[in-house]
């Protein structure tokens, strides 16, 4: 946690340096620059606001923009004569109640495009119901077509979805893209619904697989550069809340179609995640586009305009304009706008963008090797094969998603409180535990305890995951990466989310077989210990610092951090004990 700010000189301005405690949970003896320089003298912020205005035509915009620049210069002026009571309220209010501080635009813009992650949540859900109804319908006795069958969308969200986002993104803008996503879903929902062959339902679910690659890679760029600093760990929970709400939903119409006859029980079940991706399809069409992607191409009254829709005031939005007109003025100076394979490559062999996707990566591995994702798909298989009734099972796997729902809202206010790396290292433990002791749970000889203590462990289980590694790795690959790099680093690392799903879901049948419900689930709880050793050497603090105050984070270098850890381990285990 942030204990002093220090003020270096350099220059003609200032750049303040944050330095942390030194505890087992915060980053020891870093310091973080800002890109943006403060405390700059008057005239000179002067004189970049008339730049501004002459070269895109803001006239009309003069007296806000002056007064925003010289605000995100010194902040301290919002005392002064030149701002309102309302304004100074207002801005004060951003940072005491980040959330209710929001405006009806941002809220809009974050719901909006985060409903495109009930479509994935709904039919991750469904098929684990609808799975014992088709496989009958088909006559799949192969497990490994029954994997293949549950697997096959995060295949093709991987290979098609994820790296198709980075050449739209480029040229389509973000929401756009969300929109071309829906289409996705929409088509391959209503197709899987009326399938009457194994191969139609396996294209269906391949075409499902492309829409989901592509809002997962985008959605979280968006929301993360349409956020304000300060509540954007909180509105990037959103997508795993409603990831969350997706797979509650999912259950509750499994049971309410599971006493319907023959084939049209499970057709209702993977048919009704069609609706979040018609719901959002038709709504994307409101919000504005990213103001960071406006002003990357070259439409500054667009990113103007686009930012005091957003902001809770004119004044905060002409001030959140300002800053980043210059960072990305200072950047391009830098020339640091590449192509789309430059990016790709630079994610590997730059040292910031290589720190920033070890980091991801750590994330991504550990939601999917988690174990969430067999509870999800398999909790109903798994209860019934351990001799709980089908109704009991489905209805049972209800509470999965309603308390990954419940805890990632307690996350949402949390995140940007005590961080994101406190929290990984309080919640992986724990996770662990509940998965040795739901393994312990499936051996229980008697029905009904076997049912209630499986269902307590499951439950703890989605409670510290929804708290933990579930939305907070999403928030690690939006937030993360360079400016420079952010599409080709989101679209990698959804990529290898999606191919990590498929081997999953896809190994999972045969898991179960060779090695049981019990050793499958142990090998996951070790596997959530040894995502706290890497989150402990390898994962750095980055709540409530700008994206631009990121590039100094991971300037680092994951080797030097790693160092700096092992450094100062016994330090850190010292004073924690005190």
Same mark, same amino acid.
């Given at each position: 946690?942030?204990?002093?700010?220090?003020?270096?000189?350099?220059?003609?301005?200032?750049?303040?340096?944050?330095?942390?405690?030194?505890?087992?949970?915060?980053?020891?003896?870093?310091?973080?620059?800002?890109?943006?320089?403060?405390?700059?003298?008057?005239?000179?912020?002067?004189?970049?606001?008339?730049?501004?205005?002459?070269?895109?035509?803001?006239?009309?915009?003069?007296?806000?923009?002056?007064?925003?620049?010289?605000?995100?210069?010194?902040?301290?002026?919002?005392?002064?004569?030149?701002?309102?009571?309302?304004?100074?309220?207002?801005?004060?209010?951003?940072?005491?109640?980040?959330?209710?501080?929001?405006?009806?635009?941002?809220?809009?813009?974050?719901?909006?495009?985060?409903?495109?992650?009930?479509?994935?949540?709904?039919?991750?859900?469904?098929?684990?119901?609808?799975?014992?109804?088709?496989?009958?319908?088909?006559?799949?006795?192969?497990?490994?077509?029954?994997?293949?069958?549950?697997?096959?969308?995060?295949?093709?969200?991987?290979?098609?979805?994820?790296?198709?986002?980075?050449?739209?993104?480029?040229?389509?803008?973000?929401?756009?893209?969300?929109?071309?996503?829906?289409?996705?879903?929409?088509?391959?929902?209503?197709?899987?619904?009326?399938?009457?062959?194994?191969?139609?339902?396996?294209?269906?679910?391949?075409?499902?697989?492309?829409?989901?690659?592509?809002?997962?890679?985008?959605?979280?760029?968006?929301?993360?550069?349409?956020?304000?600093?300060?509540?954007?760990?909180?509105?990037?929970?959103?997508?795993?809340?409603?990831?969350?709400?997706?797979?509650?939903?999912?259950?509750?119409?499994?049971?309410?179609?599971?006493?319907?006859?023959?084939?049209?029980?499970?057709?209702?079940?993977?048919?009704?995640?069609?609706?979040?991706?018609?719901?959002?399809?038709?709504?994307?069409?409101?919000?504005?586009?990213?103001?960071?992607?406006?002003?990357?191409?070259?439409?500054?009254?667009?990113?103007?305009?686009?930012?005091?829709?957003?902001?809770?005031?004119?004044?905060?939005?002409?001030?959140?304009?300002?800053?980043?007109?210059?960072?990305?003025?200072?950047?391009?100076?830098?020339?640091?706008?590449?192509?789309?394979?430059?990016?790709?490559?630079?994610?590997?062999?730059?040292?910031?963008?290589?720190?920033?996707?070890?980091?991801?990566?750590?994330? $991504?591995?550990?939601?999917? /090797? @988690?174990?969430?994702?067999?509870?999800? &798909?398999? +909790?109903?298989?798994?209860? !019934?094969? =351990?001799?709980?009734?089908?109704?009991?099972?489905?209805?049972?796997?209800?509470?999965?998603?309603?308390?990954?729902?419940?805890?990632?809202?307690?996350?949402?206010?949390?995140?940007?409180?005590?961080?994101?790396?406190?929290?990984?290292?309080?919640?992986?433990?724990?996770?662990?535990?509940?998965?040795?002791?739901?393994?312990?749970?499936?051996?229980?000889?008697?029905?009904?305890?076997?049912?209630?203590?499986?269902?307590?462990?499951?439950? $703890?289980?989605?409670?510290? /995951? @929804?708290?933990?590694?579930?939305?907070? &790795?999403? +928030?690690?690959?939006?937030? !993360?990466? =360079?400016?420079?790099?952010?599409?080709?680093?989101?679209?990698?690392?959804?990529?290898?989310?999606?191919?990590?799903?498929?081997?999953?879901?896809?190994?999972?049948?045969?898991?179960?077989?060779?090695?049981?419900?019990?050793?499958?689930?142990?090998?996951?709880?070790?596997?959530?210990?040894?995502?706290?050793?890497?989150?402990?050497?390898?994962?750095?603090?980055?709540?409530?610092?700008?994206?631009?105050?990121?590039?100094?984070?991971?300037?680092?270098?994951?080797?030097?951090?790693?160092?700096?850890?092992?450094?100062?381990?016994?330090?850190?285990?010292?004073?924690?004990?005190?």
């Amino acid at each position: 946690m942030v204990s002093e700010e220090k003020v270096q000189k350099k220059g003609t301005g200032e750049i303040k340096v944050l330095e942390s405690n030194s505890s087992i949970f915060s980053d020891s003896s870093e310091q973080v620059q800002e890109v943006f320089k403060t405390d700059v003298p008057e005239d000179q912020v002067l004189a970049e606001v008339e730049e501004i205005i002459v070269e895109n035509g803001l006239e009309e915009y003069e007296e806000l923009l002056t007064r925003g620049a010289l605000l995100a210069n010194k902040p301290g002026l919002l005392q002064n004569e030149g701002y309102t009571d309302a304004e100074r309220r207002a801005i004060s209010r951003e940072t005491t109640h980040p959330i209710l501080s929001l405006s009806r635009v941002m809220i809009m813009a974050a719901i909006c495009t985060s409903c495109a992650a009930l479509n994935f949540g709904m039919d991750e859900s469904a098929i684990g119901g609808a799975v014992m109804g088709f496989t009958q319908q088909f006559k799949i006795t192969n497990i490994n077509i029954q994997g293949l069958t549950v697997a096959s969308p995060y295949l093709t969200a991987a290979i098609f979805g994820s790296p198709l986002a980075v050449l739209f993104n480029k040229y389509f803008g973000r929401k756009w893209v969300v929109f071309v996503s829906c289409l996705f879903g929409v088509a391959g929902s209503l197709i899987q619904a009326f399938a009457n062959h194994l191969g139609v339902l396996l294209f269906a679910r391949l075409l499902l697989g492309v829409g989901m690659g592509l809002n997962s890679a985008v959605v979280p760029i968006y929301t993360a550069e349409c956020s304000p600093a300060v509540s954007r760990g909180a509105i990037l929970m959103l997508w795993q809340m409603f990831i969350a709400l997706g797979v509650c939903l999912g259950s509750v119409f499994n049971r309410a179609f599971i006493k319907i006859p023959g084939s049209a029980s499970w057709r209702l079940m993977i048919g009704s995640s069609v609706v979040p991706p018609l719901v959002t399809g038709i709504l994307i069409y409101f919000p504005p586009e990213s103001p960071r992607w406006l002003l990357i191409h070259d439409k500054p009254r667009e990113s103007l305009l686009a930012l005091l829709k957003l902001r809770s005031t004119p004044v905060s939005g002409a001030k959140d304009f300002y800053v980043l007109y210059e960072s990305l003025k200072y950047e391009r100076k830098l020339d640091t706008r590449l192509s789309a394979w430059q990016q790709f490559l630079s994610i590997f062999t730059d040292k910031r963008n290589r720190f920033a996707l070890i980091v991801s990566f750590i994330g $991504v591995l550990g939601q999917q /090797y @988690g174990g969430v994702n067999i509870l999800v &798909s398999y +909790t109903a298989t798994i209860l !019934t094969k =351990s001799g709980v009734n089908p109704l009991d099972s489905i209805a049972g796997s209800i509470g999965i998603g309603g308390g990954c729902f419940l805890s990632t809202f307690l996350s949402a206010q949390l995140i940007d409180r005590f961080g994101r790396r406190t929290m990984l290292l309080v919640t992986l433990p724990v996770e662990g535990a509940c998965l040795f002791w739901l393994g312990g749970a499936l051996n229980i000889s008697e029905n009904n305890a076997r049912l209630a203590v499986a269902l307590t462990a499951m439950y $703890v289980y989605v409670l510290f /995951y @929804g708290t933990g590694i579930g939305p907070i &790795s999403f +928030t690690l690959v939006a937030e !993360t990466p =360079s400016i420079s790099v952010r599409e080709a680093h989101s679209a990698f690392c959804m990529a290898l989310n999606w191919i990590l799903d498929f081997v999953v879901s896809m190994s999972w049948p045969k898991m179960d077989s060779t090695m049981s419900d019990s050793g499958g689930f142990y090998f996951y709880a070790a596997f959530n210990l040894l995502l706290w050793v890497a989150t402990f050497f390898c994962i750095p603090e980055t709540k409530r610092y700008t994206l631009e105050q990121l590039d100094e984070v991971f300037k680092l270098g994951v080797g030097q951090f790693f160092r700096k850890k092992i450094t100062c381990l016994p330090r850190s285990l010292k004073h924690w004990r005190e």
